[in-house]
């Protein structure tokens, strides 16, 4: 099964393609990661890359479009994969449909903004081991104190809750109008991403099977 898992920045995507690796036993595809890999391993999509971010350019949607294609020729990719970060925007989503790429589902983790900066924002990292805690749903013993090397806990610029507000724009903008258009195919799923977890994971499982 060929899957896309869309959701805004603390969603709970990252858990959700995890669960659903271990479950259908194949790759969970990420545009970071694998353009890092193109890069280690120098392809030729790995090389154009480099070029444009040696030059601080972000690498063009025709590049990233090639390095997931390459990616996708590998033999773990036979039996299905998820992609988590792909498409972004209609144009990749439009340009995946021309490289004959067939996905069977997309599911929407649906989270509202507010419970989105409460998640990232209450999110503090030890600056030591890089262990994570939440203010409020994980807190460290002490406030400010990693519990397992006792380093100072921070809040990443990521998190801030202004930065937060800004990428949930983007998210909007750019990337919330493919549900429109998966919707459109018939292949749309939405998931309420609040909750339990095992809850939020069935409902996941659910609709895949749909």
Do not use: W
């Not at 896309?4 to 545009?31: E, F, M, V």
């Not at 040696?54 to 299905?80: N, Y």
């Not at 490289?99 to 900066?117: N, R, S, T, Y």
């Amino acid at each position: 099964m060929n899957i896309i898992l869309l959701g805004a920045p603390g969603a709970g995507k990252g858990t959700q393609a995890a669960i659903i690796c271990d479950h259908l036993k194949i790759p969970t595809i990420s545009t970071g990661n694998i353009i890092r890999a193109a890069l280690k391993s120098g392809t030729e999509m790995g090389l154009r890359a480099k070029s444009y971010m040696d030059e601080g350019k972000l690498v063009p949607d025709e590049v990233v479009i090639g390095i997931i294609q390459e990616r996708l020729r590998e033999d773990d990719c036979k039996d299905g994969f998820i992609l988590d970060g792909f498409p972004r925007t209609i144009p990749q989503a439009e340009a995946l449909d021309k490289m004959g790429v067939k996905i069977d589902k997309v599911v929407d983790i649906d989270v509202p903004d507010e419970e989105i900066i409460n998640r990232l924002s209450g999110r503090r990292v030890c600056e030591k081991c890089s262990a994570t805690y939440h203010v409020t749903f994980n807190p460290s013993k002490e406030e400010g104190v990693c519990d397992a090397c006792a380093g100072t806990l921070i809040q990443r610029m990521d998190d801030h809750p202004n930065t937060v507000k800004e990428r949930l724009q983007v998210y909007h903008d750019q990337t919330e109008p493919l549900k429109g258009y998966y919707e459109k195919q018939g292949k749309l799923s939405v998931v309420t991403g609040t909750g339990d977890i095992k809850d939020i994971t069935r409902m996941t499982l659910q609709a895949l099977e749909a």
